[in-house]
C-alpha cells in the first residue's frame, strides 16, 4: 500500500525556522516526483513545488521561489519542505502528493500555526 | 502563472447532474491532455477523482465524469449523491516553469 506520512503539527513563532517532512513507503520513492501544496485557511490550493527524488531535481512555483526550500534524502524516502524565517502568513496546511496521474497519492497535511 | 477559473459554487438537487467548468489558457488546459481534478471533503486531504482530462483511477465512481473542449475542461458528477457534497479543484500541466496549476475552487452543495 502507498502511503505518504507527514510530520505532525507544529506552532512557531515569526522568524523561526522549521523543517516539515513527508516519508513514502509502498513504491519506489526515488521514480516519482513529490509535491507540495498549500492551504490556507478556508482558502483554496496552491502549488508551491515539486522534487524528483531520484536526482533532486526540484522546481518552484514562483510564488513560492526563495521563501521555502523543497529537498528530499531518498536514503529514508523523505522529502522535505523548509522555512528559514516564519511569517504569521505562512500559518497554512501543508500537503505533500505523489505526482502519478495527477496527484495520485496525499499525505494527510501538516498544520503549521506561526503566532507571536 | 494565475490560477485556473472556477465558478465558486455548483448546488444540485439528489439525482441531478451538475458540471463543473475550468477554464486556462491555451498555454496550460487548452494546451495538454493533463487536466485532473481534486475533490476534498472538510478537515480532509484532497483526493484524485479525474486524471488526464477523463480517466478516472480505480476505485472512483463511474458517476464522475470529465472532458475537455479548448481552454476549458469539465467535471461531471451525474446522480448526485449527499456524500458528493465537497469542494472540488481543477488542476492542469502548465508549460511555465511551475509546471502544474489548480484552480479556484468550487464548492458543492446537495440540496
Known amino acids: 500500500e502507498v502511503q505518504l506520512v507527514q510530520s505532525g503539527a507544529e506552532v512557531k513563532k515569526p522568524g523561526e525556522s522549521l523543517k516539515i517532512s513527508c516519508k513514502g513507503s509502498g513504491y519506489s520513492f526515488t521514480s516519482y516526483w513529490i509535491g507540495w501544496v498549500r492551504q490556507m485557511p478556508g482558502k483554496g490550493l496552491e502549488w508551491m513545488g515539486i522534487i524528483y527524488p531520484g536526482d533532486s531535481d526540484t522546481r518552484y512555483s514562483p510564488s513560492f521561489q526563495g521563501q521555502v526550500t523543497i529537498s528530499a534524502d531518498k536514503s529514508i524516502s523523505t522529502a522535505y519542505l523548509q522555512w528559514s524565517s516564519l511569517k504569521a502568513s505562512d500559518t497554512a496546511m501543508y500537503y505533500c502528493a505523489r505526482r502519478i496521474n495527477g496527484l495520485g497519492d496525499w499525505g494527510q497535511g501538516t498544520l503549521v500555526t506561526v503566532s507571536s | ?111
Not at chain 2, 496550460?28 to 471533503?41: A, K, L, P
Not at chain 2, 502548465?94 to 440540496?111: E, Q, R
Request: charged fraction near 10%; glycine fraction near 10%.
Open chain 2, 1 to 111: 502563472q494565475s490560477a485556473l477559473t472556477q465558478p465558486a459554487s455548483v448546488s444540485g438537487s439528489p439525482g441531478q447532474s451538475i458540471t463543473i467548468s475550468c477554464t486556462g489558457t491555451s498555454s496550460d488546459v487548452g494546451g495538454y491532455n493533463y487536466v485532473s481534478w481534486y475533490q476534498q471533503h472538510p478537515g480532509k486531504a484532497p483526493k484524485l477523482m479525474i486524471y488526464e482530462v477523463s480517466n478516472r483511477p480505480s476505485g472512483v465512481s463511474n458517476r464522475f465524469s470529465g472532458s475537455k473542449s479548448g481552454n476549458t475542461a469539465s467535471l461531471t458528477i451525474s446522480g448526485l449523491q449527499a456524500e458528493d457534497e465537497a469542494d472540488y479543484y481543477c488542476s492542469s500541466y502548465t508549460s511555465s516553469s511551475t509546471l502544474l496549476v489548480f484552480g479556484t475552487g468550487t464548492k458543492v452543495t446537495v440540496l
